[in-house]
C-alpha cells in the first residue's frame, strides 16, 4: 500500500516565496502543498478548513502576525505541526514561538534540500532547529541557575536512567553549541574522552549527529529541569 504524502500549507506574505517554496515542493514525491496563504488570517482559515500535516510559514504575516497564528492553530487543530520560515535575527521570537507549539525554524537561507528533510522530521514528531538557532534557544528556554542545578545535581525528571552525570553534562555543553575541545577543556578530560563519552551517548540515545542531540536535549528537557 503507498504511504500517503505529507499535506503542508504554505504561508508566506511575499508572492515571490510562496512561488519558490512551491516550486520546491512540487518536486518532492513524498509531499503535497494542499495550500497556499497569503497572510496570518487566510493561514488560520486554511489550516482549520484542510488539516494539513504540517504549516510552513512566516513568522511576520500580513493583517495577523505569526505568533497569533500560532497560539490560533494550537488551540483549533490537533494534529497540525508548524515550521517557522523566518529570517535568523528573530531568535528571541524563535524562543516564544516555540513554547506556544512551534516544532521547528528554518532561516530563509536554508539549503532547499532541508526544507524536505525538516517537514519530514517534523511531521515524524521530531524538532527541527539549525545549529545556530539550537544553542539560542537552549539558552532562552534554561537559566544559568538550572544549567548550573542540572550539572551539579543529576537527573531530570524524564531523563533517561541510561545516561551517567558525566554523559548528562556532556549533553548540555553540546546543547550549548561547545566543541569537543572546549568541552574537553571545560571538564578536564581528554577530546578523546569526550569522544567516547559522545558516541556512547549516540548509541543510548539512538542519534547520529550533535544536532540531533541538541534537539533531543531540547525534547526530553534534559536541561531544564532538577528531580
Given at each position: 500500500?503507498?504511504?500517503?504524502?505529507?499535506?503542508?500549507?504554505?504561508?508566506?506574505?511575499?508572492?515571490?516565496?510562496?512561488a519558490?517554496?512551491?516550486?520546491?515542493?512540487?518536486?518532492?514525491?513524498?509531499?503535497?502543498?494542499?495550500?497556499?496563504?497569503?497572510?496570518?488570517?487566510?493561514?488560520?482559515d486554511?489550516?482549520?478548513?484542510l488539516?494539513p500535516?504540517?504549516?510552513?510559514m512566516?513568522l511576520?504575516?500580513?493583517?495577523?502576525?505569526?505568533?497569533?497564528?500560532?497560539?490560533?492553530l494550537?488551540?483549533r487543530?490537533?494534529?497540525?505541526?508548524?515550521?517557522?520560515?523566518a529570517?535568523?535575527?528573530?531568535?528571541?521570537?524563535?524562543?516564544?514561538?516555540?513554547?506556544?507549539?512551534?516544532?521547528?525554524?528554518?532561516?530563509?537561507?536554508?539549503?532547499?534540500h532541508l526544507?524536505e528533510?525538516?517537514?519530514?522530521?517534523?511531521?515524524a514528531?521530531?524538532?527541527?532547529?539549525?545549529?545556530?538557532?539550537?544553542?539560542?534557544?537552549?539558552?532562552q528556554f534554561?537559566?544559568?541557575?538550572?544549567l548550573h542545578?542540572?550539572?551539579?545535581?543529576?537527573?531530570?525528571?524524564?531523563?533517561?536512567?541510561?545516561?551517567?552525570?558525566?554523559?548528562?553534562?556532556?549533553?548540555?555543553?553540546?546543547?550549548?553549541?561547545?566543541?569537543?575541545?572546549?568541552?574537553?577543556?571545560?571538564?578536564?578530560?581528554?577530546?578523546?574522552?569526550?569522544?567516547?563519552?559522545l558516541?556512547?551517548?549516540?548509541?543510548?540515545?539512538?542519534?547520529s549527529?550533535r544536532l540531533?542531540l541538541?534537539?533531543?536535549?531540547?525534547?526530553?528537557?534534559?536541561?531544564?529541569?532538577?528531580?
Amino acid at each position: 500500500m503507498a504511504i500517503a504524502p505529507i499535506r503542508v500549507l504554505i504561508a508566506d506574505g511575499h508572492p515571490v516565496v510562496l512561488a519558490g517554496l512551491r516550486s520546491v515542493l512540487a518536486d518532492r514525491p513524498g509531499i503535497q502543498v494542499v495550500g497556499e496563504a497569503n497572510d496570518g488570517m487566510e493561514a488560520i482559515d486554511k489550516a482549520v478548513e484542510l488539516s494539513p500535516d504540517v504549516v510552513l510559514m512566516d513568522l511576520k504575516m500580513p493583517k495577523v502576525d505569526g505568533m497569533t497564528v500560532l497560539r490560533s492553530l494550537h488551540a483549533r487543530t490537533q494534529n497540525t505541526k508548524v515550521i517557522l520560515f523566518a529570517s535568523s535575527e528573530r531568535k528571541d521570537d524563535f524562543v516564544e514561538a516555540m513554547k506556544l507549539g512551534c516544532s521547528g525554524v528554518l532561516p530563509r537561507d536554508t539549503p532547499t534540500h532541508l526544507i524536505e528533510k525538516s517537514i519530514i522530521k517534523v511531521h515524524a514528531g521530531e524538532i527541527w532547529l539549525d545549529s545556530n538557532t539550537t544553542a539560542a534557544v537552549i539558552r532562552q528556554f534554561a537559566s544559568p541557575a538550572e544549567l548550573h542545578a542540572t550539572q551539579s545535581n543529576g537527573k531530570t525528571s524524564r531523563e533517561r536512567s541510561q545516561l551517567s552525570q558525566r554523559e548528562r553534562e556532556i549533553i548540555i555543553l553540546i546543547a550549548q553549541g561547545y566543541k569537543n575541545k572546549e568541552i574537553a577543556e571545560k571538564m578536564f578530560i581528554t577530546e578523546q574522552t569526550v569522544k567516547n563519552h559522545l558516541h556512547n551517548v549516540f548509541d543510548k540515545l539512538g542519534v547520529s549527529d550533535r544536532l540531533e542531540l541538541a534537539l533531543y536535549a531540547i525534547h526530553n528537557s534534559l536541561h531544564l529541569r532538577t528531580s
